[in-house]
């Protein structure tokens, strides 16, 4: 079993910044694929940010060029530098990882506010 953890969710100004972090319970971290997830209110689940155990990135168009997906394979964890945030961000920000095996693991999310 792996327990994922977020922190670093807040209220934040719109133009402003956060960094989330995502901290892993077990060292399979550096064999698996991450990613970050959002959900705001009364919509479905969307991905943010993916990164492959081999570093390789991928983004969701909304927020390329803004958002940056990191992780640090010796403290198990992954993070998301989030700058010049948006209303339209403001969601539940969930980590994922995907096993070798192909089984999900999620956090229990940490809620990031943009306010205008």
């Known amino acids: 079993q792996v327990q994922l953890v977020e922190s670093g969710g807040g209220l934040v100004q719109a133009g402003g910044s956060l960094r989330l972090s995502c901290a892993a319970s077990?060292?399979?971290?550096?064999?698996?694929?991450m990613a970050w997830y959002r959900q705001a209110p009364g919509k479905q689940r969307e991905l943010v940010a993916a990164?492959?155990?081999?570093?390789?990135?991928h983004y969701a168009d909304s927020v390329k060029g803004r958002f940056t997906i990191s992780r640090e394979n010796a403290r198990n964890t992954m993070y998301l530098q989030m700058n010049s945030l948006k209303p339209e961000d403001t969601a539940v920000y969930y980590c994922?990882?995907?096993?070798?095996?192909?089984?999900?693991?999620w956090g229990k999310g940490t809620l990031v506010t943009a306010s205008t």
């Open positions: 077990r060292t399979i971290f550096s064999f698996a694929d």
């Open positions: 990164i492959t155990s081999g570093g390789s990135t």
């Open positions: 994922n990882l995907q096993d070798f095996s192909g089984v999900n693991y």
